[in-house]
């Protein structure tokens, strides 16, 4: 009797064991990101491969900024998340790239934050 409860237990964690890869198997893979997936412009591939070390590229292209806040986040990466520091000239080809592609947004498109039950 008590073999057989322990067996059903040992059952019932194969089971749950076995069922859990297959649920994370049903989460969407995250695309593999490559460079082309952004938008064209020199200095790209050196931008991309300098910032995917430690998170994705989409984190970066969602935001738009001026050269001084790009800087200014690159410092960020810097000094708070241990980001190897780029050589003078790359640094500057990496501003150049985020700058042209990823540069501040239009009031307009801005959006922010609006609170439904407002419009
Ligand atoms: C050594 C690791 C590292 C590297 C390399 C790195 N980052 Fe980050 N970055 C982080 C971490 C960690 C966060 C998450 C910060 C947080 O918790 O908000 C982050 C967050 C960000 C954010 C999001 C800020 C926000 O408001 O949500 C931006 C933008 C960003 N990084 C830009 C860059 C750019 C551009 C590069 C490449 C030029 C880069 N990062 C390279 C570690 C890194």
Redesign the pocket.
């Known amino acids: 009797m008590i073999a057989r409860i322990r067996r059903a237990g040992l059952a019932l964690g194969a089971g749950l064991f076995l069922a859990m890869p297959a649920a994370l198997a049903q989460a969407p893979a995250p695309a593999e990101e490559t460079p082309e997936m952004f938008p064209a412009g020199p200095n790209r591939d050196e ?1 991309f491969y ?6 994705n590229f989409k ?2 292209a ?2 738009g ?1 001026s050269r001084e806040k ?1 800087g200014e ?2 410092d ?2 810097l000094s ?5 520091a ?1 050589a003078a000239d790359e640094r500057g080809k ?1 501003l150049d790239y ?1 700058v042209e592609a990823f540069p501040p947004k239009a009031p307009s498109l801005q959006g922010g934050w609006k609170n439904p039950f407002l419009n």
């Open positions: 931008a300098a910032c995917i070390a430690c998170h984190l970066v969602a935001q900024l790009w986040t690159l960020w990466m708070k998340h241990n980001m190897p780029l990496v985020l």
